[in-house]
């Protein structure tokens, strides 16, 4: 199994799994282009690929869109970031898919709004990635300027091979997790999703 091999080679083995998908190594060569400070492409586009090779499923099956998320603290304005998005519609317009481009420097200007929880400002994109509502999803891969892969995976890899969703009850609501974990054993139906952490057991363990 993929997930008991030592890290170095699962992190091989993350790079082939992912390169099967050749519309996500397109989107990481062309964002690279784009000089993003502190850029991943991250979020469902990467564990999805390898749910779907792990499944014998086409590598791009169900994926919604390709989220390329960067951190620049400098210009916090809708302007600026938007100037940085219409640019990135103009390097992937020939794609079939979406690419979707945010300053995570911004999120808690806008997070309360949508989500209905306060969200402190993010220091960094890895930051960002961290408050994903699943640990299985806090994921990001970049493409470095000497063509090395930069891989940034705080909880392991083990889950996103294993087919295994677990709660990061850190930022997000319990119903955006549940939502998005019935949403994704819908298209993959060999997962296996892991309850939302009671109160008195987040209470518990110090939480």
Known sequence: MISRLPLDQQLDSLRAVLSRNDMLTEVLARAATLDLPGWYVTAG????????VVTDSPPTNGIKD???FYFDAGDLSWEAEDAVIKTGREVFSDLPVEVEIRNEARV???YEDKF?????????TEAAIDNFAATTCCLGVRLERDGRWRVYAPHGLSDVFNLVVRPN?????RSVYEAKAARWQEQWPELTVLEWPSTSLTIASGG
């Open 116 to 124: 209905g929880v306060a969200c402190p400002p993010y220091e960094s």
């Open 169 to 173: 009850p850190v930022l997000a609501p």
């Open 66 to 68: 390709y989220d390329v």
């Open 45 to 52: 586009c990467l564990f999805q690929t390898v749910w779907n």
């Open 108 to 110: 808690h200007l806008w």
